[in-house]
């Protein structure tokens, strides 16, 4: 994917308490943060802006402007500048792929009970 995404989350100084997300875990997230903005019930606050993503998925500004790119590049999200601030939407493609992640992650939820009963 993006050799500079990996080299964030393996860098010393950005290490992080709890598990570790890999690249296709933060882009779910990112992409389920920004749909959750546009089915609010209060449509003066339903735009999803860079903050509410970084906040609310946990990633620092770098990280959030190097995966942003590339879901912009990829066509999951789409962005617009309102009122001075860029505001990002779930495109059809990002609806997708939250559907075939959730797939993905039900599929393999054997597996990963599995693997914890082991240790």
């Known amino acids: 994917m993006l050799s500079s ?3 964030i989350q393996k860098h010393p100084r ?34 999803c802006k860079s903050i509410d993503v970084v906040y609310g998925c946990c990633l620092t500004w770098h990280q959030f402007q190097l995966y ?14 309102i ?10 493609k990002g609806h997708e792929y939250l559907r075939l992640f959730s797939e993905l992650q039900a599929e393999m939820e054997p597996i990963i009970d599995l693997h914890s009963t082991e240790t």
């Open 5 to 7: 995404v990996e080299t």
């Open 14 to 47: 950005h290490r992080r308490r709890g598990p570790h997300r890999g690249e296709y875990e933060i882009i779910n997230e990112i992409l389920k943060t920004v749909s959750s903005f546009h089915v609010s019930s209060n449509p003066i606050r339903n735009k």
């Open 68 to 81: 942003r790119n590339h879901l912009l590049g990829l066509n999951l999200l789409d962005s617009t500048q």
């Open 83 to 92: 009122d001075g601030n860029l505001c990002y939407e779930i495109t059809e």
